[in-house]
C-alpha cells in the first residue's frame, strides 16, 4: 500500500467509524442488545468513545467531501 492510496482511504476510515459508532451508540434496539452480549466493561469503553465519534463523524465528513471536491 503506498501512501498515496492511504492518503485517499484515510478521511473514510475515519468517517465511517465515526458513523458507525455514533449510530451504535443512539440507536436504543442497538444499546438493548449490547447490554444483554456485550460484557460491561467494553460498553464502558465504548460509551466512553461518544465525544471521539462525533469529533471523527464531522471531521472524516469534511476531509472525505474535500478529498472528492479536488480529485
Known amino acids: 500500500m503506498t501512501h498515496e492510496l492511504l492518503d ?3 478521511p ?3 468517517f465511517y ?3 458507525i459508532m455514533t449510530l451504535f451508540l443512539n440507536l436504543p434496539k442497538v444499546q438493548k442488545l449490547a447490554e444483554k452480549h456485550v460484557t460491561p466493561q467494553l460498553l464502558k469503553q465504548m460509551n466512553a ?3 471521539l ?3 471523527c463523524l ?3 465528513s469534511v476531509w472525505s467531501l474535500q478529498n472528492i ?3
Open 53 to 55: 465519534a462525533l469529533i
Open 58 to 60: 464531522f471531521v472524516g
Open 69 to 71: 471536491w479536488y480529485y
Open 49 to 51: 468513545h461518544r465525544g
Open 17 to 19: 467509524y465515526g458513523f
Open 8 to 10: 485517499k482511504l484515510f
Open 12 to 14: 473514510y476510515l475515519v
